[in-house]
Structure formats: structure tokens, C-alpha cells
């Protein structure tokens, strides 16, 4: 993708992979049992004293930084906290100034393969399209 495409060319593919996704899911962007866990957490509220709750977590690794599967995530369940992970060379390419919804953050890191959290810190990871990324790391994803 070049910088030279206007931006709503850019989230056209963006656009219709969400949209053959839901449809592929009878509607929902995320099929299976995490689906309604989601949307269980997403529906609730701080506790009674306003201490808020633990939230979801969703990593959207390798996905565009805007208009993509994380940002409809992220406006389909707004308690959730979403991460878009892309590499710093692609974050270049993208529009990043868009604001998306509030719960959704991007982050830009060297590698796919290495990322800034701890194992097991996230309730539901996507990663579409991501083969290339992979290719050769054999040993880093046994990890």
C-alpha cells in the first residue's frame, strides 16, 4: 500500500474483510463461546463503589492501525480493551493521526514475533494474514 492511495482507498480492502468476515459469522465479527464472554465483559459496567473491572483484552496482531478488524472490535465492545500490533515499517505507510474509538491502541513494535507483553495477557488474539511474518522464526515460535 502506498502513501499515495486517498484514505478511503485505503480502508476499502480494510472495509470488505470485515464485512465477509460478519458475514462468514452469521453477522458477528467473532464467532465461538469468546464471542459472548466478550460481550458478557464489554456489557459491564464499573462495580457498585466505581471501582472499574477487569477488562477483556483483544490482540489484533498485524492488522492495520485504522478502519480494520480491531477498530470494528473495539466499537462492537467498548469495555474491551483492543490492541492493534503492526511492525514500525508499516505503521509508516498508515494514516495513524485518525483517532479511532477510545479503547483501541496502536502499537508499533520491530518484530511480529517479539512483542511488549508477557504470555497470556490477552483473552482473544487475531492474526489474519500473518504467515509472511513467520516465515524462518521456527525457533521463536515454539517459545
Known sequence: MTKNLKPSNKWQPAAWNVTATKLLNGGRLIAAPIAKRLARLSSMGPTINGTPRDRARILDLGGQATCDWAWHCATEYPNCKVYTVTTKA?????NSN???PKNLRQVAVDRLVKLPWKDNQFDLVSARENLQYFKGTRRERRR
Not at 508499516?90 to 498508515?94: E, G, P
Request: aromatic fraction near 0%; charged fraction near 25%; hydrophobic fraction near 40%.
Open 98 to 100: 485518525i483517532r479511532g
Open 90 to 94: 508499516l505503521r509508516q505507510l498508515s
